[in-house]
């Protein structure tokens, strides 16, 4: 890459103007969608785990997609009136870039060791976690919304108890002692996010994933204590809503939230050019300034190693 060309991008990509900032998340975008895309167009065969994994980037890129047309603000109707007020929202769209990134922390999670026995058992663990919390909706549900789920449930339990057995049967399973082997059954009960070491097992937390995404210290903290502040109402954010209309806070705002979702984006795309040769194939088919895109973002944000070609 041209010298010239490294600092353009990376002016870009520390800017705090919202042009530059928006171009970058769309450029990440398209780059994304296209990657992801090809693959489906030209009909190629993924294993499960492979495929829903490439739904998890599909559900962060459709978070990106939204966040990029939030941007433009929205319009609200007085009430009783015809009137409206047309401003910008950016607590919404922190909260949807907080799902991004938990649907890239959740892939790479699975995806990003080179052993595949563990892929394999990180995958199943967080299958039977989903199933096992659609299991609790029915008590909830109406009585004719249950004689319609009672077949779901049905089907849920077995692939429950079918993934269960395969757990116990596995190579992992079988290198934990016994007090493990029960103590995990019990854990994956709960707790999807989970890593193995030899003969023991240690539960994680979502920093713990996001560490283990590789994302530069410094700019992993200041990430997610951000976008924690709005996903859980914290009195952080009612602070900050109550002074929202101060001049530069909503652009201070806006800023962030494109800023780290286009660390998330390009994050994604790097792990899924890395999930399947599909991907690759599918990376080497894109224009030069979309590959440097995802290249320089992942070199700012992780480092050189995450790259998929190296910056000198």
């Given amino acids: 890459m041209l ?10 990509i520390s800017s705090r103007d919202l042009s530059d900032l928006r171009y970058c998340l769309k450029a990440l975008l398209k780059a994304c969608n296209l990657i992801y895309n090809e693959p489906i ?21 459709l978070h990106g997609f939204s966040i990029e047309k ?7 109707k007085y009430p009783n009136s015809e009137n ?12 949807i870039c907080r799902s991004l990134l938990e649907s890239f922390l959740t892939f790479n999670h699975i995806n990003a060791i080179p052993n595949d026995l563990e892929k394999e058992m990180r995958f199943k663990i967080w299958t039977i ?5 659609r299991t609790k909706i029915e008590k909830n549900l109406y009585d004719y919304e249950k004689k319609k789920f009672r077949e779901t449930l049905l089907k849920d339990n077995n692939d429950i108890n079918e993934l269960t057995s395969e757990i116990e049967q596995s190579q992992l399973f079988n290198n934990l002692t016994e007090e493990k082997k029960s103590a995990l059954l019990k854990t994956i009960k709960t707790e999807w996010k989970i890593e193995f070491n030899e003969t023991t097992f240690k539960p994680l937390g979502w920093q713990d994933l996001l560490e283990n995404a590789g994302m530069k210290r410094s700019l992993r903290i200041e990430a997610y204590n951000f976008l924690s502040w709005y996903a859980h109402t914290t009195s952080i954010c009612i602070y ?13 705002l806006l800023a962030n939230t494109l800023k780290y979702s286009s660390f998330f984006i390009s994050m994604s795309i790097a792990d899924l050019i890395r999930l399947n040769e599909c991907y690759k194939k599918s ?18 944000v992780r480092g050189n190693e995450y790259t998929i ?4």
């Avoid at 976690?129 to 919390?133: A, I, K, S």
Wanted: with cysteine; proline share 1%.
């Fill in 41 to 61: 167009r030209l009909k190629v065969h993924l294993n499960e785990r492979d495929h829903d994994s490439a739904l998890m980037i599909q559900k962060a890129m």
């Fill in 309 to 312: 070609e190296k910056i000198e």
């Fill in 84 to 95: 409206e007020v047309c401003t910008y929202e950016p607590l919404s769209m922190v909260v």
């Fill in 70 to 76: 939030l941007v433009e603000g929205v319009c609200v």
């Fill in 283 to 300: 990376y080497q088919e894109i224009d030069q300034e979309l590959k440097d895109w995802i290249n320089l973002y992942n070199y700012f």
């Fill in 3 to 12: 010298q010239e060309t490294f600092e353009k991008y990376v002016k870009m």
């Fill in 129 to 133: 976690y989903g199933l096992r919390n």
């Fill in 240 to 252: 900050q809503l109550r002074d929202i209309h101060k001049d530069g806070f909503i652009k201070l």
